[in-house]
């Protein structure tokens, strides 16, 4: 079992949907959480980043944990042609080595 | 002006070959590491360096060996190229106080 669980997908929504996109981890000693957006053929970028468990808000964009669940998740409202890339959480327990899920590829129908 | 570089951005190359990808930060960032992202996108960490000190070797085959000149650089050497060496492989540096990591573009590793 993979230490983050992450459906590969893809998912495919209209322009203007609401999007969630979830992780499960298995390792209770993960504090930081992170969500980072690859586009075709780049790198991955940091979009969200959260310490331990709670909500935070940027833009259209929406990072919640819930470590007793061991669930995080990323909202995206209104969703827009331009979002359409693979989502990955990424995790890690403060030795700063991120544990990565697999990735959501995720296109928004215009 | 890019934050963290990776070259070659292609490197298509037979079985049995040695080669190097090479990774500068400018963003005077302590970390630096080496992941490989495979076909379905999963992204593992290989190796990560603190001021030039190795502190994470994740299991890897010998044939992999990271060097860090210098804060600012890190390399990567592999020998005698497998089939199986084929994937993405990303250099990404992280601060002491940010831990979210900055990444390359990316090297896509052929081996034919």
């Known amino acids: 079992q993979k230490e983050v669980e992450q459906d590969p997908g893809p998912l495919s929504v209209p322009e203007g949907a609401i999007v969630s996109l979830n992780c499960t981890y298995s390792n209770s000693a993960f504090q930081y959480f992170m969500w980072y957006r690859q586009y075709s053929r780049k790198g991955p970028e940091l979009l969200m980043y959260t310490y331990s468990s709670g909500n935070k808000e940027d833009g259209r964009f929406t990072a919640q944990v819930d470590k007793s669940s061991k669930y995080i998740s990323l909202f995206i409202r209104d969703s827009q042609p331009s979002d359409s890339a693979t989502y990955l959480c990424a995790m890690s327990g403060g030795a700063q080595k991120l544990v990565f899920g697999q990735g959501t590829r995720l296109t928004i129908n215009p | 002006d890019t934050a963290v570089s990776q070259t070659p951005k292609y490197l298509v190359t037979q079985m049995g070959n040695d080669k190097s990808i090479k990774c500068e930060q400018n963003?005077?960032?302590?970390?630096m590491y080496w992941y490989k992202q495979d076909s379905k996108k999963f992204l593992k960490i290989m190796f990560s360096?603190?001021?030039?000190?190795?502190?994470i070797n994740e299991t890897v085959p010998n044939r992999f060996s990271p060097k860090s000149p210098d804060k600012a650089h890190l390399n990567l050497h592999i020998n005698s190229l497998e089939l199986g060496d084929s994937a993405v492989y990303f250099c990404a540096s992280a601060g002491t106080t940010n831990y979210g990591y900055t990444f390359g573009s990316g090297t896509r590793l052929t081996v034919v």
């Open positions: 963003l005077g960032h302590d970390t």
């Open positions: 360096y603190n001021n030039k000190e190795l502190i």
